[in-house]
């Protein structure tokens, strides 16, 4: 943390003794966040010693555990990837057919459908938040539809309620892609809470990084056990395997990092918030994403977005 606090403060300071505000040097968005090497190098000799690689070790369990408290969450289970984690994910809550999803997100959302044999049906988006629109969900709805997948794009929550509203009224499940939405809370409350399941992802362009990574979020122990099962081949103990599995289990690498990125995640939102406001300050505005800089107008719900995944892809 002090690490991080004196970069922070080293570059305001530098910005406040400048009186021009036409700064030409490269100001990073989006670079990855990383602690201090020589305290990872001392987790990582304590997995040399015990030989612990993989297989949820300590520090997968102790990562779990502190990510559940952090994010206000009852059940994280982590994985390799996100892409692993939302093929899973529909496997998990055993979802066919037809899938109504956004157009507007990362590829990955579409491709886990794809492989999992479903069809996805792209949904119109509202234009002003570019979330999912739920006033369009309704018509798309057919007989082979059996799940909702939205994204909180940027960060930006969805309009959970609305969605609940209709998967309860057609008894379809809801599973988030919450790639952008680490630390996201709508009214105080995890965003990751809504819907059946949510998946963050935990690749180095994220906020919360471990080199590559993620964790999906459920709400209770059968199905936190079910998702372990998946994600380590089916098995449920050394000789019953309950179900076609994947190998999408992190590793002790990856969770010893991520314990270390844990620690310091408040100031890695901070830093890229201010990294936000020194492009505003910059006045890019040539690049027209004026909707994306100012925060405000980007949240027309009465959502509370604290941590902005920021992004010019
Ligand atoms: C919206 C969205 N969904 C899914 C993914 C896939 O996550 P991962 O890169 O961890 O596989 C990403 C990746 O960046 C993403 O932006």
């Avoid at 300071?13 to 490269?26: A, G």
């Avoid at 936190?224 to 994947?246: C, Q």
Wanted: hydrophobic fraction near 40%; proline fraction near 4%.
């Amino acid at each position: 943390m002090d690490y991080i606090s004196t970069l922070i403060i080293e570059k305001i300071s530098e910005l406040m003794s400048r009186t021009d505000t036409n700064i030409q040097e490269k100001i990073f968005v989006n670079q990855p966040t990383l602690p201090e090497l020589p305290e990872f190098i001392s987790l990582l000799e304590e997995i040399w010693e015990s030989k612990n690689l993989t297989n949820m070790g300590k520090f997968h369990q102790e990562l779990e555990k502190q990510l559940c408290e952090y994010l206000g969450v009852k059940h994280i289970s982590l994985f390799a990837n996100g892409t692993l984690a939302l093929i899973a994910a529909l496997q998990v809550m055993r979802i066919s057919g037809e899938v109504i999803t956004t157009p507007y997100s990362f590829v990955a959302t579409t491709h886990a459908l794809k492989w999992n044999g479903i069809t996805p049906v792209f949904c119109d988006i509202d234009p002003k938040t570019y979330n999912l629109d739920p006033s369009k969900i309704e018509n798309l709805i057919t007989t082979k539809t059996t799940a909702i997948v939205p994204v909180h794009i940027y960060g930006n929550p969805c309009d959970v309620r609305k969605i609940e509203k209709i998967a309860d009224i057609y008894g379809l499940k809801v599973i988030y892609d919450s790639a952008h939405a680490f630390g996201v809370k709508l009214k105080n409350e995890s965003i990751l809470n809504f819907g059946d399941l949510s998946v963050l992802s935990f690749h180095a362009t994220k906020i919360f990084n471990t080199f590559e990574g993620c964790a999906i979020i459920c709400h209770d122990e059968k199905t936190k056990k079910r998702i372990d099962y998946l994600k380590n081949f089916g098995f449920a103990d050394e000789t019953t395997v309950i179900a076609p599995g994947i190998n999408a289990k992190m590793n002790e690498m990856q969770a010893a990092l991520d314990l270390l990125q844990l620690k310091d995640v408040t100031t890695y939102q901070y830093l890229t918030n201010l990294g936000l406001e020194l492009y505003n300050f910059n006045d890019i505005t040539s690049l027209k994403f004026e909707d994306f800089i100012k925060h405000d107008k980007f949240s027309p719900n009465d959502n509370e977005k604290k941590y902005f995944k920021y992004s010019f892809n």
